[in-house]
């Protein structure tokens, strides 16, 4: 049995370094190991056989306690998605990428179907609180993964795009989403007209635990996590150089402190209670 080289040195740092794949290790291995998401697609539209087959295999995935709370939009009606994404690529912080996404999926949280069968049982719901928003949201977030290893197994390219909570009421009219069902990410697919880099991520040693949850050495660990990201792969652009100056060092924790030092969709949890949902 042979070895072949991974990006996970490359993607973790220098503790992943005994982290290897077989040669014959299942091909979704290299795939995911050597993954990344894509912004820039030809402009051939994904055939909607495809898409679905892909929602198919994406919503087979797990669900909690059986419930089925996720749906899957496709939005491949050209006027549709650019009133979807055109809002997103304006502005100075506007994603302008979104302009030319082929075809726009959006995940939903669906607690409604299961609200319905309680009317239909003539059973009580008896969990109208938290967990019924966040459920469901899991459970889109569990499909929308699946579908991202599925469809980059076929050879597109994804991104996913929490920029269309943006406006989640106006998302909401256009897709006509009635009450209980809500946008959790969009997803941009297509053929991919780049190849993607590895994104670096934090050291193993912080994000996966063993046996209890422990944060020893954390700060050393970004600051070792910033310099490696910076050397290799430099932040285009530093944020809001207006406010905090340009900074001799940008590594990666600068730029996160930098973002989400404004708000951001700080409305979308009187979008979730307008639509219906209790968050206690
Ligand atoms: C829920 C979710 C929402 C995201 N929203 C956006 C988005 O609005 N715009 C964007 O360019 N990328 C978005 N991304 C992609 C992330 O920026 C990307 O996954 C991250 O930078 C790591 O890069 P990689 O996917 O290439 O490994 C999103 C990813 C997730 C999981």
Redesign the pocket.
């Known amino acids: 049995m042979s070895n072949s080289r991974t990006p996970f040195v490359d993607r973790f740092g220098p503790d992943a370094a005994d982290i290897e794949i077989d040669s014959d290790a299942p091909a979704i291995f290299g795939q995911l190991a050597a993954?990344?998401?894509?912004?820039k697609f030809r402009s051939d539209p994904v055939p909607y056989p495809t898409l679905r087959r892909l929602c198919a295999l994406a919503l087979s995935a797990p669900t909690k306690s059986d419930l089925q709370q996720r749906d899957i939009i496709i939005v491949d009606e050209p006027s549709l998605k650019s009133e979807i994404t055109a809002p997103?690529t304006e502005g100075p912080l506007g994603?302008k990428?979104?302009a030319d996404v082929p075809t726009l999926l959006v995940f939903c949280g669906n607690n409604r179907r299961q609200r319905r069968i309680h009317t239909l049982r003539a059973v009580p719901f008896a969990n109208d609180h938290l967990d019924a928003f966040f459920n469901a949201a899991v459970d889109a977030?569990v499909a929308?993964?699946a579908f991202v290893i599925a469809a980059e197994a076929e050879g597109l390219g994804v991104?996913?795009?929490?920029?269309?909570r943006n406006h989640a009421d106006t998302l909401s009219r256009l897709l006509k989403l009635p009450d209980h069902v809500f946008p959790?990410?969009?997803l941009a697919v297509g053929y991919p007209a780049e190849t993607?880099?590895?994104?670096m991520?934090l050291p193993l040693s912080m994000t996966v635990h063993r046996n209890a949850f422990e944060e020893d050495g954390l700060d050393t660990a970004i600051e070792a996590y910033d310099r490696r990201r910076e050397a290799a792969q430099p932040y285009a652009a530093q944020r809001y150089v207006r406010e905090f100056g340009r900074a001799e060092s940008y590594g990666w924790s600068e730029d996160k402190a930098r973002q989400y030092a404004h708000p951001e969709r700080a409305d979308f949890g009187a979008y979730v209670k307008r639509i219906g949902f209790k968050l206690d």
């Open positions: 993954r990344g998401s894509v912004r997103l994603q990428w979104l977030g929308l993964s991104c996913p795009v929490s920029a269309v959790v990410a969009g993607p880099r590895i994104s991520r």
